[in-house]
């Protein structure tokens, strides 16, 4: 049987978003989720690419109503994946690949345990710590 689901976790700056836009356009059979968020955008960023920005109020309108299959505040905002993504990828007989937190990929085993997952190490902390930095312009705090 093919997967149906591949799952992509690493800690926030350590390349699985870059992997996953990577490999979709060398792989048409996957197509990746657009994640919904309480963050503002970055520099670059626009509504749908690679985020869909939503206010606190809105977010909560779509937890209550079930929209999201997986959900969780982290660093003070909100993500979530929204079910009709896969189901719709599912319909087209694509597999689905997403880019997730720890927290993220945990609730996703549990709901979906057939689903394959892959965990990205950075190179190493100092890396680490360099892309964080020059994404977000702050001082990631990282213990050794």
């Not at 799952?7 to 657009?34: H, Q």
């Not at 109020?57 to 959900?71: G, T």
């Not at 892959?118 to 312009?137: A, C, N």
């Amino acid at each position: 049987m093919k997967a149906k689901m591949i799952i992509v976790a690493a800690p926030s700056g350590a390349g699985k978003s870059s992997f996953v836009e990577r490999i979709c356009r060398e792989i048409p059979s996957l197509v990746d989720t657009v994640t919904y968020t309480t963050r503002k955008p970055r520099a670059g960023e626009s509504q749908g690419v690679p985020y869909f920005f939503v206010t606190s109020d809105e977010f909560e309108i779509k937890v209550n109503e079930n929209f999201f299959v997986e959900w969780a505040k982290v660093h003070n905002n909100y993500y979530g994946t929204p079910l009709y993504q896969l189901e719709e990828a599912w319909k087209d007989g694509k597999c689905v690949i997403m880019d997730i937190d720890v927290q993220g990929a945990a609730t996703f085993k549990s709901k979906y345990p057939e689903a394959k997952s892959v965990f990205i190490l950075p190179p190493s902390i100092d890396e680490l710590r360099r892309r964080v930095t020059k994404r977000d312009g702050q001082v990631l705090k990282i213990s050794r």
